[in-house]
């Protein structure tokens, strides 16, 4: 075989890890899982829940086990996707540090439960960490812009929108979720005729669910299709102001 010549490549010690970030629906807010570090750097900061990928381990399943260490949150049941890789030299203290972030969506989480490094673990309404209110360790801040933008550009191509909703949901609550990721007012009549026209996006369950006023409302469930064709574009509904919001 013959001799490799030329110069060769140097290798350094690097570190990778696992940053999630966790939406849901609570309080008719779109809301952030965030966790107040137990450990150094930035002990006592709210940060993302995430940590080291173990050495035999990949990066989704690590994600998974830092939520259930972290948060108490149950690892199945979610949306998970993997956002992209931030790599900038300095973002982590400690030294080379590699993170690879994932955004993660299911209904109505409960309240979570601190462990492991974490000290306590609670939902924050993503406005106030956009707009600055609220001050993230490392640059989580980042990492919660690009994984809102992305939860917010899904909804107009994808059916990621029934990824906030139970298992079976009425029209109100499906057009709720536009509402409040987007940060717009969406004509009641108009969302109907879209989503109804977008082939295999819901799926009528047959049944009604009685409300407290006005008549019972028809409920639905996710139907077979991934892509929203047409899409639900936003330039189509106007955007409101949100009391104390960032969007």
């Keep these: 075989m013959a001799a490799v010549s030329g110069p060769q490549p140097q290798f350094f010690g690097m570190a990778v890890t696992v940053d999630v970030v966790v939406l849901t629906i609570r309080d008719d ?4 899982l965030l966790v107040e570090r137990g450990v150094e750097p930035f002990r006592g900061a709210l940060a993302l829940p995430g940590g080291f990928i173990g ?20 690892r199945g049941g979610l949306y998970l996707e993997q956002l992209r890789t931030f790599a900038a030299p300095a973002r982590d203290p400690r030294g080379r540090v590699v993170t690879v972030a994932y955004l993660a969506i299911a209904p109505d989480l409960p ?14 309404p993503v406005w106030s960490v956009l707009s600055g209110h609220v001050k993230l360790a490392f640059d989580h801040l980042g990492i ?12 107009e191509y994808t059916t990621l929108a029934t990824a906030f909703c139970p298992e079976v949901f009425t029209m109100t609550e499906l057009r709720r979720v536009y509402e409040v990721v987007w940060g717009v ?7 109907h005729r879209k989503v109804t026209n977008a082939a295999d996006f819901l799926e009528p369950t047959g049944e009604r669910r009685v409300l407290e006023t006005g008549r019972p409302a028809a409920l639905y469930r996710r139907g077979p299709a991934r892509t929203l064709f047409p899409p ?5 509904f106007p955007p409101v102001p949100l009391a104390d919001s960032g969007a």
Aim: net charge negative; glycine share 6%.
């Design 29 to 32: 807010e779109l809301q952030v």
């Design 55 to 74: 050495p035999d381990e990949d990066a989704e399943p690590a994600a998974r086990r830092e939520l259930a260490e972290e948060t108490a949150l149950d």
């Design 111 to 124: 309240v979570p439960v601190g462990g492991s490094d974490a000290r306590a673990a609670r939902w924050q």
């Design 144 to 155: 919660v812009e690009y994984g809102v933008d992305r939860a917010r550009s899904k909804l």
């Design 185 to 191: 007012s969406i004509d009641a009549r108009n969302f």
């Design 232 to 236: 639900m574009l936003r330039g189509a």
